[in-house]
Structures are given as C-alpha cells and as structure tokens.
C-alpha cells in the first residue's frame, strides 16, 4: 500500500514510521524542506533506540528508512496514494484546506484521513466532493511506542472506509477503537477531563504536581500522572483541546487559570524546557512554581 502522511512534525513522522514498518511505502510531506529532514532524522533516530533497545534489527532499520522518501511537493506526494494522513496542526479550517487540495490531486478510491485529536470530524471530511471517503484517526504520542488508534467515524463515512481504516490500524500493529464523532471523541474527552481537574487540585494547593501523578501511577496503574501526560502532550495543546470542549458541551472543561498562565508564559511543558515540571534532555529534573524542588 502507499501511505502519504502531510506533516513531519511528531505526529507526522511517527505515522510515516510505524507504516513503513509494517512494510508499506510511504511518502512523508512538510512545507519545507528542512522540516521533512529533521522528520526523516527523528525517525532514524528511533529506529537506532529500537536497535539499541534489541526491539529493531539492523535490516528492520534500513528496510523501513529505504521505504519513506520525503518531499515538499503535495499534488506529487498524494498521486499514487491509497491512503492519506493529514498530520497538520490542529485547526480545523487548515484541515478543510488540506483534505481538499488532497482531494484534487489523489486517486478517486484514496481514503483520506485526519489526525485530529478532538476536532470535529465531519465537519473536516465534508471539504471533500466525496465525503464518503474521509474519516478520523486519531494516533496517539510516540506513534511508534503507543498501541491506540482511534478510529472517528464520521456523518458522511462509508462504512467501506471504516472497514478499510480499521483493517489499516490492525495490519500497522495497533489496536483501532471506533467512536462516532462527537466532541473529544473518547480519548481526548476522557484524558483531558483528569488532566483539568489535576490541574485544578494543583491550582488549590491539595497536593504537589509529583504526588498527585504518583497516585494515579501507583494507585490506578497508569504508566504516567495526569500533570506529567500534560506536559508532555504540550499545555497549548490541552489548552486548545479544553476551549473547543468547552465551546461544545460546557463549562465543566473551562480551562484553570494555572493553564492559562503557564501557556501566556510560553512554558508549554516538554518541548519548551518547562510546565508544571522543569524538563532538561527530555527528563524531569524540578518542578515548577510553587511546588519547586532541588532534585
């Protein structure tokens, strides 16, 4: 199959690299090129921690970077493609701007798919002539660690395109669960609703950011805290994603003035050294503010 993902950012560049590993040849497409090189680099770059890690083989390695080429041209990268992931940032208007530049230089049988994480789907596949074809999935970060992949059903999706995404997500390694499309879907809506009220407990001053993540990881079994998921997903994206729920079903997800200010700050958690957690080589060496530490 040729797998075409627009955008080589996080998102993007994990998709690329767990389709080619499951053997399928895949086209990776940004703006510019510098941004399709650093793609391609990340993604040899967990493909070498895998070999390190003994998870990858040196030949895995080698075959599944011989399988991704890179471009900035997208009518060129979408002409042959079965399949279309759109990876670009969240804003529903971009969304409906790139589905329908897709459309106009795919094939007629391309399913064409976003990676939106709470935008309304429907709203996004109805830019495309035949909407029928469009539909969510939603892949969760880091791609190639992470086993869900939410698929979003959509108004206008056939149930063809249904079968032909979940069948996609079984045959890349992960598990599909499938959600009718509704604000959040079932992830984001979920996650975001203890993320907020984490965050609000930190707001109050009932517990630290450390011993609030360690009762949900020792007590509930999650692999990572409420507020250290936050920071690491990116506070202007749980931002965005609480506004668009709020705007949808209402003031149980305004986001907590904590949130506002950290993101007006710019400390927007992993990729800007610091959040509710001070981060440094990608670890946590402090926290933030008030609850500040020495470790």
């Keep these: 199959m040729n797998v075409t993902v627009l955008g080589a950012g996080t998102m993007g560049h994990g ?56 471009t900035t041209d997208l009518p060129d990268a979408v002409s042959d493609a079965d399949l279309v992931v759109e990876a670009v940032p969240e804003d529903v208007e971009l969304k409906k701007e790139t589905f329908s530049e897709v459309e106009a230089h795919a094939p007629e049988e391309a399913v064409i798919a976003s990676n939106t994480s709470s935008l309304p789907v429907t709203e996004i596949v109805a830019a495309l002539s035949d909407s029928g074809r469009g539909i969510g999935l939603h892949f969760f970060n880091p791609v190639h660690i992470m086993g869900l992949v939410e698929v979003v059903v959509g108004e206008q999706t056939s149930d063809e395109t249904r ?41 109050e001053g009932v517990a630290s950011p450390r011993d609030i993540d360690a009762s949900m990881e020792l007590g509930y079994n999650h692999p990572m805290g409420p507020i250290e998921l936050g920071d690491v997903v990116g506070l202007d994206v749980r931002l965005d994603i609480l506004e668009h729920l709020r705007e949808e079903l209402g003031e149980r997800f305004r986001p907590p003035q904590i949130l506002r200010r950290k993101v007006r700050a710019g400390k927007l958690g992993k990729k800007t050294g610091e959040g509710f957690y001070v981060w440094e080589d990608g670890e946590i060496v402090a926290t933030s503010g008030d609850w500040g530490d020495d470790e």
Excluded: C, W, Y
């Design 15 to 70: 998709i690329a690299q767990v389709s080619a590993m499951a053997g399928h040849s895949v086209t990776m497409r940004d703006i510019e090129r510098d941004i399709v090189e650093d793609g391609l680099e990340s993604i040899a770059e967990n493909l070498q921690g895998g070999v390190e890690r003994d998870k990858v083989t040196e030949d895995e390695k080698t075959a599944t970077l011989d399988r991704i080429s890179g």
């Design 163 to 203: 079968k032909f995404a979940e069948e996609f997500v079984a045959d890349i390694g992960k598990t599909a669960v499938t959600v009718r499309d509704s604000p959040g879907f079932a992830s984001s809506r979920l996650g975001v609703s203890l993320g907020v009220e984490a965050m609000r407990m930190v707001e």
